[in-house]
């Protein structure tokens, strides 16, 4: 089982619709990431969190929202979406540095109509 | 500029034949960490292997091995008797500070392996 859960796991959400995607770990991990996968492309990075405190924003519009309530938790808010936002959303977590290992949930695939 | 290139963007072989994925990376940092993930279609990532700039000892776990060589910038992979379970997309990544103590990683492009029976 991976220790980072995603839910939900698939989402069809409409332009004018308002939804949340979640994450959650429990490995103690104090960075959180955000990233967005197209069909055929690599994960492309969103957002890091790091001590529950947003410290990378990689110009992304601001219809995404990040949330991180807590050092467990990790929320990315949806809002007026366009079709092209359809994509896999993956989250993930690490040491605070990074580098010594990052684990990926199984991510939400999001389809916007 | 492109960080982590995979050339290789499909590659088909037939079970048991040997195959290697190739990677070339890009960085400044003297202190930076290389991974390789498998994305499977259900579309979770799995870590396979992470290796730090100071440990050049390559490595090998069952069928799989890396061969790491910063003369080169390379950190290719290589799976011995392929099987059809092997088939994914298969993504090397690097992780390089973005900001003062923090890190994220940058993937390639992937590349493709199908392995057919």
């Known amino acids: 089982d991976t220790e980072v859960t995603q839910t939900p796991k698939h989402l069809v959400m409409g332009m004018t619709n308002k939804k949340s995607l979640k994450c959650e770990q429990h490995?103690?991990?104090?960075?959180m990431y955000w990233y967005k996968q197209k069909a055929k492309k690599p994960p492309e990075l969103m957002f890091v969190?790091?001590?529950?405190?947003?410290?990378i924003n990689e110009s992304v519009p601001s219809r995404f929202s990040p949330e991180c309530p807590n050092s467990s938790l990790l929320n990315l808010h949806l809002h007026a979406l366009q079709p092209e936002d359809s994509a896999l959303y993956l989250c993930?977590?690490?040491?605070?540095?990074?580098?010594?290992?990052?684990?990926f949930g199984s991510g939400t695939r999001l389809t916007v109509v | 500029a492109q960080k982590v290139t995979q050339a290789q963007t499909e590659i088909s072989v037939v079970e048991k034949e040997d195959v290697t994925l190739d990677c070339v990376y890009e960085?400044?940092?003297?202190?930076?960490?290389l991974f390789w993930y498998k994305q499977p279609p259900s579309g979770e990532l799995v870590f396979l292997i992470r290796?730090?700039?100071?440990?050049?000892q390559n490595e090998i776990s069952g069928r799989y091995s890396w061969n790491f060589q910063k003369s080169t910038s390379s950190f290719n992979f290589t799976i011995t008797a392929s099987q059809v379970v092997d088939s994914a997309v298969y993504f090397c990544?690097?992780?390089?500070?973005?900001?003062?103590?923090?890190?994220?990683?940058?993937f390639g492009s992937g590349t493709r392996l199908q392995v057919q029976p």
């Open positions: 993930a977590s690490s040491p605070p540095r990074g580098g010594f290992g990052y684990t």
């Open positions: 490995m103690g991990h104090r960075a």
């Open positions: 969190y790091s001590y529950e405190k947003l410290s």
């Open positions: 960085t400044r940092d003297t202190t930076y960490y």
């Open positions: 290796r730090n700039s100071f440990d050049e």
């Open positions: 990544a690097l992780s390089e500070q973005i900001d003062t103590g923090r890190r994220a990683l940058t």
